[in-house]
């Protein structure tokens, strides 16, 4: 900190992601990326932008790139809101419907980047206790005084609220916004889509990142009434007209004309997915019924942070939440079958040179 600083510089509290450490031999289960290449087709797509055309600026409206997802989703163009990474897109969500001086609600657990715009847009925020099970209460979040943002499926927690509820959230705050952060819906049962077209006051987020394996290309998007996609617009040309290189939308543009490689890798996951949770469970773990590409597990017997601490000096990374309402789990996102063998033979290593009375007494 110095004199230099602005007082928002000063006051900020950055969120802080998970390592990414610059190793070839470390097996990333710690930020949920995808571990299959993306589509060919997007990287031709990507090659194909290199030359010439970069001297240009982008279109900063990404209008071929909405007309595109547009088909995909059944939606008008005027519906989709494209930005730099979801990250991206939910500050300028917080900006665009939220306001000082009126309390938003949000689960107690959930994605930690919501605290984080809340105070660097000077919004109160109100934490929802989640239920022992980790599922949230629909009705807690009802007639709420300044909006509603939670991920579904939650993370860290991997858990889907049913739609039906989430409907119920959007109908019971009809003079405020509802932001459902939809990072990994592609792997979960429902999307909530569909209630677009019935509430003007559902913002629906989602992202490549996950599902489309291009966590690097930063491409976030969101899906609501052309209203509140007026007001996204408002705030980014605001801020920056031009979020979207012409690298990232020709790729993206790419990845949503393919959709048969998408499907393919997200089953592959979700088939992974089962079979670890699977095989944790004979370890002992208690799991949850995950609808992400992570799982979110526990061990009566051996502390979580020690476990994590083991696994990074075997050179895995998984995610360990200080958290004490979360400190007892472990966060692995869901690799290919041989890396997630390769995880659960280091674990059952682990465990079985670990004293497992001893070590949860310390
Ligand atoms: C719930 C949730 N929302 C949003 C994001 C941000 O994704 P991106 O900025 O890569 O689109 C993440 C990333 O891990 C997430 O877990």
Redo the contacts with the bound molecule.
């Keep these: 900190m110095s004199k230099f600083w602005s007082n928002l510089a000063k006051q900020a509290t950055p969120y802080v992601p998970?390592e990414q450490i610059d190793d070839e031999e470390i097996l990333k289960l710690n930020?949920?990326e995808n571990p299959y290449a993306p589509s060919s087709y997007v990287l031709e797509a990507i090659s194909q932008e290199l030359g010439g055309n970069l001297r240009l600026y982008p279109s900063p409206t990404v209008d071929q790139l909405r007309e595109v997802m547009g088909e995909y989703y059944q939606l008008e163009k005027e519906c989709i809101f494209v930005g730099n990474?979801?990250?991206?897109?939910?500050a300028l969500s917080f900006m665009a419907f939220f306001n000082p001086g009126q309390m938003i609600r949000f689960p107690n657990i959930?994605?930690s980047?919501y605290p984080v715009y809340a105070q660097q847009f000077q919004i109160p925020y109100e934490e929802v206790p989640i239920k022992d099970d980790f599922t949230l209460n629909p009705i807690d979040f009802y007639e709420s005084e300044g909006g509603v943002i939670f991920?579904n499926p939650?993370?860290?927690t991997s858990l889907a609220l049913p739609i039906e509820e989430v409907e119920n959230i959007v109908k019971n705050n009809p003079n405020n916004v509802v932001i459902i952060?939809e990072?990994?819906v592609d792997f979960a049962k429902q999307t909530a889509v569909p209630l677009i077209k019935k509430y003007p006051n559902i913002l629906i987020?989602q992202?490549?990142?996950?599902s489309r394996s291009l966590?690097g290309l930063?491409?976030?998007y969101a899906l609501g009434n052309p209203n509140l996609i007026q007001a996204l617009n408002r705030m980014k040309d605001s801020f920056n007209s031009y979020t979207m290189d012409r690298l990232a939308i020709a790729g993206a543009i790419a990845s949503f004309q393919d959709d048969l490689t998408i499907k393919e890798n997200v089953t592959k996951i979700i088939n992974t997915r089962k079979w670890v949770t699977e095989a944790l469970r004979e370890l002992g773990f208690q799991v949850l019924p995950s609808e992400t590409n992570f799982i979110f597990a526990t061990h009566p017997k051996y502390l979580a942070k020690t476990l994590y601490e083991r696994l990074k000096q075997a050179k895995i990374l998984t995610r360990h939440f200080p958290n004490p309402l979360i400190s007892h789990y472990l966060r692995v996102s869901i690799g290919t079958n041989q890396e997630m063998e390769q995880f659960l033979n280091q674990l059952q290593e682990i465990m079985e040179n670990l004293s497992p009375i001893n070590e949860k007494k310390q």
């Design positions: 998970g930020t949920n990474g979801s990250d991206e897109v939910l959930t994605y980047f991920p939650n993370a860290p952060d990072a990994y987020v992202t490549t990142s996950k966590a930063r491409v976030g």
